[in-house]
């Protein structure tokens, strides 16, 4: 297959995975300036950048299959979607390393956007400064001692169990779906659909099990019950849940493409 394809199909996972990632950075810092609701909105203009790979990435992805089925190269095909799901691994590991230097260089911009007015003034005041000392001062580390202390503190291994699942889910259920299709190319298109099925259960657990949880903490540590360190474990804690989502996606992609083909001939 076409290297070049591939490649940037796998980049553009990673990318999606690393936006996907840095979404817990712009909370915490809200919080932090107390401006959570404009971080939120200023956030979705970084998921722009997300949607449009997954724009790009989708036909993509497509062509390739239509190659591997025209080729009846399906060992090939396999070995692509776990470069694929390796770059949402590698997505997800650099987004945590770089969320303590998002989360000040977001701080900055939640601060500067207050004397600005708008997000256009604020894109063209920051490439006018060019401050290249100050970007260094903001570029912060893994805080490294946190990971080791998380094991001696109370967490909702539940919670983290289930994101974990989810993510696994999550990340290679259109891959499966494809899969699917490939090996029994008469239900390909039933296949496809049923990625959409796999992919919003998912969703569904985690907006009534996961997303409470965290919502309920972070409102915590805005009315002042919780300490700002509640927080900053739980984002941690459920960072390396949802590495090792991405890593448990590896070993769900060709049994859950049998699922789906199970329950595709169900309903046909």
């Known amino acids: 297959m076409e290297f070049t394809r591939i490649a940037l199909v796998v980049f553009l996972t990673l990318i999606i995975h690393l936006i996907d990632t840095l979404s817990f950075a712009a909370r915490?810092?809200?919080?932090?300036?107390?401006?959570?609701?404009?971080a939120g909105s200023v956030f979705n203009i970084i998921v722009l950048v997300s949607r449009t790979s997954n724009m790009i990435q989708a036909p993509l992805l497509g062509s390739i299959v239509e190659i591997a089925l025209l080729k009846h190269d399906l060992a090939g095909l396999e070995m692509v979607f776990r470069w694929v799901l390796l770059g949402a691994t590698?997505?997800?590991l650099i987004g945590a390393v770089l969320i303590p230097t998002f989360i000040n260089f977001f701080t900055i911009a939640l601060n500067k956007l207050d004397e600005v007015g708008s997000v256009p003034r604020l894109i063209i005041v920051t490439l006018r400064q060019r401050k290249t000392q100050a970007i260094k001062e903001n570029i912060r580390?893994?805080?490294l001692q946190s990971v080791k202390n998380l094991a001696r503190e109370r967490m909702p291994y539940k919670i983290l169990l289930l994101n974990l699942i989810i993510t696994g889910i999550y990340t290679t259920g259109v891959l499966s779906a494809m899969y699917a299709g490939v090996l029994n190319p008469e239900y390909r298109l039933t296949a496809s659909q049923l990625s959409g099925?796999?992919?919003?259960?998912?969703?569904?657990?985690?907006?009534?099990l996961v997303d409470p949880y965290s919502a309920m903490v972070t409102d915590r540590v805005l009315n002042g019950s919780l300490p700002m360190d509640s927080l900053n474990r739980l984002v941690l804690a459920l960072l390396i849940s949802k590495f090792l989502g991405t890593l448990l996606s590896q070993a769900l992609l060709i049994p859950a493409a049998w699922i789906i083909l199970y329950f595709t001939r169900l309903i046909i």
Not at 32 to 37: G, R, Y
């Open 28 to 38: 915490i810092a809200g919080i932090k300036t107390k401006k959570l609701a404009l």
């Open 197 to 208: 099925i796999i992919n919003g259960f998912a969703t569904i657990v985690l907006v009534l």
């Open 141 to 143: 580390g893994v805080p």
């Open 90 to 92: 590698a997505g997800t």
